[in-house]
């Protein structure tokens, strides 16, 4: 079956970076798009960054954008999310996600994993 393990979360100060991975596992990775979400306290969930099954197309929202980087290794079958100039309201649990077909910009995804805390302090 298909499993998505999230790794790298961690308590950071604001300012600082961070890189989140994904391990895919059960599924033809290359052939997958996959996206990063993510849950505050008391908020919903909501999409963060999302990049295509051949890596040449991403997709971020507003508010990390600039700040986020996507990326996947098809070889490996790992997505990163690399994060940068972090801040307090970046606090929550992010999740990788995963889904054959269009579009990707959405909260419709197949697998989900079980996601990994990130604390920025002030």
């Known amino acids: 079956q298909v499993q998505l393990v999230e790794s790298g979360g961690g308590l950071v100060q604001a300012g600082d970076s961070l890189r989140l991975s994904c391990a895919a596992s059960g599924l033809t990775f290359s052939s997958y798009n996959m996206g990063w979400f993510r849950q505050a306290p008391g908020k919903e969930r909501e999409f963060v960054a999302a990049?295509?099954?051949?890596?040449?197309?991403?997709y971020y929202a507003d508010s990390v954008k600039g700040r986020f980087t996507i990326s996947r290794d098809n070889a490996k079958n790992m997505v990163y999310l690399q994060m940068s100039s972090l801040k307090p309201e970046d606090t929550a649990v992010y999740y990788c996600?995963?889904?054959?077909?269009?579009?990707?910009?959405?909260?419709?995804?197949?697998?989900w994993g079980q996601g990994t805390q990130v604390t920025v302090s002030s």
């Open positions: 996600a995963t889904k054959s077909g269009r579009p990707i910009r959405t909260m419709a995804y197949d697998y």
């Open positions: 990049i295509n099954w051949s890596g040449g197309n991403t």
